[in-house]
T-cell receptor, first 115, second 112 residues
Framework: KNQVEQSPQSLIILEGKNCTLQ??????????LRWYKQDTGRGPVSLTI?????NTKSNGRYTATLDADTKQSSLHITASQLSDSASYIC??????????????FGKGTTLSVSS | SQTIHQWPATLVQPVGSPLSLECTVE??????LYWYRQAAGRGLQLLFY??????ISSEVPQNLSASRPQDRQFILSSKKLLLSDSGFYLC???????????FGPGTRLTVT
């Protein structure tokens, strides 16, 4: 069964600290993996997208890693800011199809950054 | 640049009432369009998708329906809302293949 599991479910950190969010997936075949940031009450916004041949990709203070062999990904946030408080969703794309319905969504990790 | 709009932003409706949520996309042609529902503490659930005008596919059986009357307009409807229809509804668009989907701001629906 295609699944995406994220951990931890929630996380509280102090402003300025680093943190790492985890994503494990069992989606096969694998096409690509994305991390989205979703602010409360807003739609998700894409942070990074990686194909199976990419090991790391950065977007400012956000760095995503991918190990296609172990089917694990992580999102590392450096020098956290209050505005980083949000839900972070890992999305894995499976078999390609025109409609793009092969996306498997994780439940997300809720990050709270406190001052 | 492309933008996606949803309205209303929030909605409170009684059980048994009808529903109409609208989504429009600007700056692109012939997009794939999607409706998702996000319940509290759960991941996004794909409800409907459309690859063209008048072409609607449903992913889960429910009392909701979708329509695409124009290329860049996607509507989510219900004739009679249930309590279980409460949630956060997201519209998204993509190009061919849908590997990169762009989400709208969402509609918070509360059925009372």
């Amino acid at each position: 069964k295609n699944q995406v599991e994220q951990s931890p479910q929630s996380l509280i950190i102090l402003e300025g600290k680093n943190c790492t969010l985890q994503c494990n997936y069992t989606v096969s075949p694998f096409s690509n993996l994305r991390w989205y940031k979703q602010d409360t009450g807003r739609g998700p916004v894409s942070l990074t997208i990686m194909t199976f041949s990419e090991n790391t990709k950065s977007n400012g203070r956000y760095t995503a890693t991918l190990d296609a062999d172990t089917k694990q990904s992580s999102l590392h946030i450096t020098a956290s800011q209050l505005s980083d408080s949000a839900s972070y969703i890992c999305v894995v794309s499976g078999t390609f199809n025109q409609a793009g319905t092969a996306l498997i969504f994780g439940k997300g990790t809720t990050l709270s950054v406190s001052s | 640049s492309q933008t996606i709009h949803q309205w209303p932003a929030t909605l409170v409706q009684p059980v048994g009432s009808p529903l109409s949520l609208e989504c429009t996309v600007e700056g692109t042609s012939n997009p794939n369009l999607y409706w998702y529902r996000q319940a509290a503490g759960r991941g996004l659930q794909l409800l409907f998708y459309s690859v063209g005008i008048g072409q609607i596919s449903s992913e889960v059986p429910q009392n909701l329906s979708a329509s695409r009357p124009q290329d860049r307009q996607f509507i989510l409807s219900s004739k009679k809302l249930l309590l279980s229809d409460s949630g956060f509804y997201l519209c998204a668009w993509s190009g061919f293949g849908g590997h990169e989907q762009y989400f709208g701001p969402g509609t918070r629906l509360t059925v009372t």
